[in-house]
């Protein structure tokens, strides 16, 4: 009595994935002397498949082998494990997302992930994984965050979470004072106050204006945007010099 044939075994790219991943399973024997037919559960007759389970599954093949002994048949099956993918996250910002030139926000992804990617602008942003995100704003804009959530398997969240934007409006970068600095004595003069943004100018004893008419003392201004965005000026000095003339006379009463 003569056999022939043996067990068919099923291999697979991978037997652990994340939801929605491709595996490609393959049907192995050794020792076939014969015609061999391979059967999957799915009806395809190829000796491997390729699958994208979203739950854990075992998939099954039946060989056949046909020689002129006769014909056996022999089964074999896996199982690819899949872990669900993580939810989707939703951001919050911590602090205001409106915020001046040179400002910062801190953004907070919820949920209990092993790790997040984060995004700006659509960009993954290198080297930031935690659940809060802090960024310096040294230029102005609008800015757009996304987050994707991270398990412990690894998996990552299919969907990105809704966009949560940070406006950064302009600020003042310079705020200067020019006039004269030396004037004489009881005389005023006129200051002019300048910025490279636009908005409202505040003296040192609270007036407003571009301009200024002052005596002797120190001066600074603060250049506020519309949006609050402010900056002052380093201090000026006027200097008074000189003194009331005085007229004295050797005598002030003579014949």
């Not at 022999?74 to 939703?90: A, E, G, K």
């Not at 201004?221 to 008074?240: H, I, K, L, Q, R």
Request: proline letters at 3%; one cysteine or more.
């Amino acid at each position: 009595v003569t056999a022939f044939g043996s067990d068919v075994q099923v291999v697979a790219s991978q037997t652990a994935i994340c939801a929605g991943e491709h595996v490609t399973l393959y049907a192995n024997e050794t020792g076939w002397t014969g015609n061999v037919a391979y059967t999957w559960e799915n009806g395809s007759h190829a000796s491997s498949i390729d699958v994208t389970p979203m739950v854990t599954t075992t998939y099954a093949v039946t060989s056949t082998v046909t020689s002129t002994s006769g014909t056996c048949q022999r089964v074999d099956n896996i199982t690819v494990v899949v872990t669900p993918l993580p939810d989707t996250v939703h951001l919050n910002a911590i602090t205001p997302t409106t915020i001046c030139q040179n400002g910062q926000v801190t953004i907070h992804a919820d949920g209990n992930a092993a790790g997040y990617i984060w995004y700006q602008n659509g960009v993954e942003i290198p080297g930031e994984n935690q659940a809060d995100l802090t960024v310096n704003f040294p230029d102005y804009g609008t800015y757009n965050f996304a987050a994707k959530a991270i398990n412990v398997e690894g998996c990552v969240s299919k969907v990105a979470s809704e966009p949560l934007t940070v406006t950064v409006t302009k600020a003042p970068t310079t705020v200067t004072i020019t006039g004269n600095n030396v004037i004489c004595e009881n005389d005023s003069t006129v200051l002019t106050a300048h910025s490279d943004v636009t908005g409202t100018f505040t003296w040192n004893d609270g007036t407003t204006g571009a301009t200024k008419t002052v005596t002797a003392g120190i001066y600074n201004v603060t250049m506020t945007t519309a949006e609050g965005c402010s900056m002052t000026s380093d201090n000026f000095t006027v200097t008074a010099f000189g003194s009331d003339v005085q007229v004295v006379a050797s005598q002030t009463a003579i014949c």
